[in-house]
């Protein structure tokens, strides 16, 4: 089992950056594919980008593509999402979420194990 806790977000003007961090503790992060997912009020979780295992595969919602980057420092047991050029539409509450199993096909779904308790983004316009 592994314990997931983001922190980074916060409040930011429209076309500034932030940098979210996931630690991980309890199990190796190489172990785990990580995601981040995010939910703004009144809608449902969205996907916003996953790595593979090994960090050598990553994807990532049309929304936040070439905007977006997810990295891992898995010495660290750390996963990260820099996010620049924020836009007012990118406000959510962003999750990290891990699973054991997830091979690429599968990474965008949300059927992930284990979650942190979130991290408020706020973009102001």
């Known amino acids: 089992q592994v314990q997931l806790v983001e922190s980074g977000g916060g409040l930011v003007q429209a076309g500034g950056s932030l940098r979210l961090s996931c630690a991980a503790s309890?199990?190796?992060?190489?172990?785990?594919?990580m995601a981040w997912f995010r939910q703004a009020p009144g809608k449902g979780r969205e996907f916003v980008a996953a790595?593979?295992?090994?960090?050598?595969?990553?994807t990532y919602a049309d929304s936040v593509k070439g905007r977006f980057t997810v990295s891992r420092d898995n010495a660290k047991n750390t996963v990260y999402l820099q996010m620049n050029s924020l836009k007012p539409e990118d406000t959510a509450v962003y999750y990290c979420?891990?699973?054991?199993?997830?091979?690429?096909?599968?990474?965008?779904?949300?059927?992930?194990?284990?979650w942190g308790q979130g991290t408020q983004v706020t973009v102001s316009s």
């Open positions: 979420a891990a699973n054991l199993e997830y091979y690429t096909g599968r990474l965008m779904s949300d059927e992930y194990d284990y």
């Open positions: 309890g199990r190796t992060l190489s172990t785990y594919a």
């Open positions: 790595s593979r295992q090994s960090g050598d595969y990553t």
